[in-house]
């Protein structure tokens, strides 16, 4: 590190040495192929070199053996000396990436959450609405936004002048904004799937597309165009009476078939051609490192930020492929576990082991309670109001600190053992309040 504070003798004998170790790796490789005169001139310029080492010869005279060496190794070196700069280079980064790759497989792992399954215990993406006429930061702001939290802006742009509408997902009192799955790239570079959204303004479609894990976008709609709910389902059923809604079939993905109804309806504002239509920043979620050791000797504890792959779990590799999730421990093999809104027993007792249990139990803050599955909604197979489930033996039990809106154990059931990755040590980006030990 202080390298630069030795004397010339010192960085002398240090580079000799160097050579040296150089000069006995080509000895070792290459002894069998070399010629006659060619080892002998090796063996000789090593043991010169060697001999002033020892000697503390001055900087002056290792430097002529040096050079000497380095003329023996040049005939004789064959793949090994000398290399090119490209060759060097490519091991360079070859090792790092090995290295780099063992880590993260036997050791710790960098992960990125992209849904508020665990909010507010961990974060995914979320956004920055910017409605159009307000401030927004400009490019330097964006700039330090972008390195501090990874925000990134997303617009839709006027194509004409006239009226904007959209498709929407009206289902009782729930209304979405439809969408249609897209492939797409992030970084222009890495393979996604992207959810695109279409706007209309005097029949001209405006899109943007966003993560598809990315869910709040129906907020943002309502929070450009209407004060609250209510006023978005007034503005719908004004639009009906009127006869100025139109039903339209949405492809769900752009790799198959299917397509669903959605009602497309006028929004009540105006936009002149080029200007925004919805404005908005995403900021990235959590990323942290997991600790993928530690269960390879410890059993997994209920409380704990649990990391595992889904390969084997067929609900999610349908819905998602196969990927990693993170959610909290609930039950172990033998567990029995029962939801008595907002709690959760465990083994007939309320479950303990993390803050975020007694917080959803109390409702506290943010914290809205864990929710029992619903017998209306095909998708649920598990822990219904009253029931009570015994975790299978090389299986684990997991559920999100976001009951409400938490895609896990009681749509998919359990995590097999072998699927248990590690448990969240830091979160390391962005730099945020929650920069720091996972909780």
């Given at each position: 590190m202080f390298g630069f504070l030795d004397s010339q003798h010192r960085k002398m004998r240090d580079n000799a040495a160097n050579w040296l170790?150089?000069?006995?790796?080509?000895?070792?490789?290459?002894?069998?192929?070399?010629?006659?005169?060619?080892s002998n001139a090796?063996?000789?310029?090593?043991?010169?070199?060697?001999?002033?080492?020892?000697?503390?010869?001055?900087?002056?005279?290792?430097?002529?053996a040096i050079e000497s060496l380095e003329g023996a190794l040049s005939r004789c070196?064959?793949?090994?000396?000398?290399?090119?700069?490209?060759?060097?280079?490519?091991?360079?980064?070859?090792?790092?990436?090995?290295?780099?790759?063992g880590i993260r497989t036997y050791f710790v792992q960098p992960f990125k959450i992209p849904t508020n399954s665990m909010w507010p215990s961990y974060y995914g993406m979320t956004a920055q609405n910017l409605p159009p006429g307000a401030p927004a930061p400009g490019a330097l702001g964006q700039a330090f936004r972008f390195v501090a939290f990874g925000a990134q802006r997303y617009s839709a742009w006027a194509p004409a002048d006239g009226e904007v509408s959209v498709p929407l997902f009206v289902r009782g009192e729930t209304v979405t904004v439809a969408y249609t799955l897209r492939s797409g790239r992030t970084w222009l570079v890495l393979p996604a799937k992207l959810k695109e959204y279409t706007f209309y303004v005097d029949g001209k479609p405006a899109t943007v597309r966003v993560p598809a894990d990315f869910s709040e976008f129906d907020d943002i709609v309502l929070g450009t165009f209407f004060p609250d709910r209510a006023a978005l389902s007034e503005q719908i059923r004004r639009a009906r009476a009127a006869g100025q809604t139109e039903i339209v079939r949405i492809q769900l993905d752009e790799g198959r078939a299917d397509t669903y109804e959605a009602e497309r309806v006028p929004l009540g504002r105006s936009v002149r051609t080029g200007e925004a239509i919805v404005r908005f920043d995403i900021l990235a979620g959590d990323q942290l490192f997991v600790d993928r050791v530690s269960y390879n000797f410890v059993r997994p504890t209920v409380g704990q930020g649990f990391v595992f792959r889904t390969d084997h779990i067929p609900d999610i590799e349908?819905?998602?492929?196969?990927?990693?999730?993170?959610?909290?421990?609930?039950g172990t093999p033998g567990d029995r576990v029962e939801i008595r809104e907002p709690m959760v027993l465990r083994n007939g007792a309320p479950i303990t082991g993390s803050d975020a249990f007694a917080k959803n139990a109390r409702r506290e803050g943010p914290y809205r309670g864990y929710a029992n599955a619903s017998r209306d909604d095909p998708r649920y197979s598990q822990l219904f109001p009253g029931e009570t489930i015994t975790v299978p033996e090389r299986g684990y039990l997991a559920l999100g600190d976001n009951s409400h809106n938490s895609f896990d154990g009681r749509f998919w059931g359990f995590v097999p053992e072998k699927d248990v990755v590690g448990r969240p040590l830091f979160i390391y980006f962005p730099f945020t309040r929650r920069w720091g030990t996972a909780r």
């Open positions: 170790e150089l000069a006995d790796k080509v000895w070792s490789y290459r002894r069998d192929r070399l010629a006659a005169a060619e090796l063996v000789e310029r090593r043991a010169e070199l060697r001999r002033l080492l020892r000697e503390k010869a001055d900087a002056a005279r290792m430097k002529l070196g064959g793949a090994i000396y000398p290399k090119s700069a490209l060759v060097e280079n490519v091991e360079f980064f070859l090792v790092a990436a090995i290295v780099i790759l349908r819905a998602y492929g196969a990927q990693y999730f993170i959610k909290r421990l609930i």
